[in-house]
Antibody, heavy 123, light 113 residues
Framework: QVQLVESGGGVVQPGHSLRLSCAGSRSTFSTYAIHWVRQAPGKGLEWVAVISYDGTKKDHGDSVKGRFSISRDNSKNTVSLQMNSLRAEDTAVYYC????????????????WGQGTLVSVSS | DIVMTQSPDSLAVSLGERATINCKSSQSVFYSSSNKSYLAWYQQKPGQPPKLLIYWASTRESGVPDRFSGSGSGTDFTLNISSLQAEDVAVYYCQQYHSPPDTFGQGTKLEIK
């Protein structure tokens, strides 16, 4: 069973950048599409981005398109989320999650989630 | 985007009683080619990430107690907890993975009466 661990969160000023990482525990990590989902304090879940198992397909939510970019390095079992031009409304816990079936790309539920990393955008 | 609407927003049920949460999608999340509804249910307890309970609208994830069941098709779905236990206190979310972007319902907070 793949486990996921996020890192890279912190406090950042508006307009600045931050890079989050999601590390997978097994080599099979490279066979799964990975998503980022965020949750603002006291709010619900918002899908942010997805990357296919091989990194060739990516998609981002409208609220982050043009500012955030997802990527992966399967040699290091890692998926990253580069967040630029951060805004106060980006403040949230960011979770990475894997799809339940290998070689998917948005057609499966999320069976494994990390514990999340908190991003706080404030001046 | 497909909008997911849950009802009620909050629910208080006595221990041992049935809890029912509804989820409605703004368009069908059923694919006739696979004969499946692309609908999942998650449970989130305070300070924890969401946990997958149900997928394909009615398939229980491994290890999930059988008091949890999902039903529905097309645009209307239901999560039932047949006999509420104290550990079921949580927020429950439905999610559609039929059409990108994946979207979630606003959540239903389940408490003990």
């Amino acid at each position: 069973q793949v486990q996921l661990v996020e890192s890279g969160g912190g406090v950042v000023q508006p307009g600045h950048s931050l890079r989050l990482s999601c590390a997978g525990s097994r080599s099979t990590f490279s066979t799964y599409a990975i998503h980022w989902v965020r949750q603002a304090p006291g709010k619900g879940l918002e899908w942010v981005a997805v990357i296919s198992y091989d990194g060739t397909k990516k998609d981002h939510g409208d609220s982050v398109k043009g500012r955030f970019s997802i990527s992966r390095d399967n040699s290091k079992n890692t998926v990253s989320l580069q967040m630029n031009s951060l805004r106060a409304e980006d403040t949230a816990v960011y979770y990475c999650a894997k799809e339940s079936q290998p070689y998917g790309g948005g057609w499966y539920p999320f069976d494994t989630w990390g514990q999340g990393t908190l991003v706080s955008v404030s001046s | 985007d497909i909008v997911m609407t849950q009802s009620p927003d909050s629910l208080a049920v006595s221990l041992g009683e049935r809890a029912t949460i509804n989820c409605k999608s703004s368009q069908s999340v059923f694919y006739s080619s696979s004969n499946k509804s692309y609908l999942a249910w998650y449970q989130q307890k305070p300070g924890q990430p969401p946990k997958l309970l149900i997928y394909w609208a009615s398939t229980r994830e491994s290890g999930v107690p059988d008091r949890f069941s999902g039903s529905g098709s097309g645009t209307d779905f239901t999560l039932n907890i047949s006999s509420l236990q104290a550990e079921d206190v949580a927020v429950y979310y439905c999610q559609q993975y039929h059409s990108p972007p994946d979207t979630f319902g606003q959540g239903t907070k389940l408490e003990i009466k």
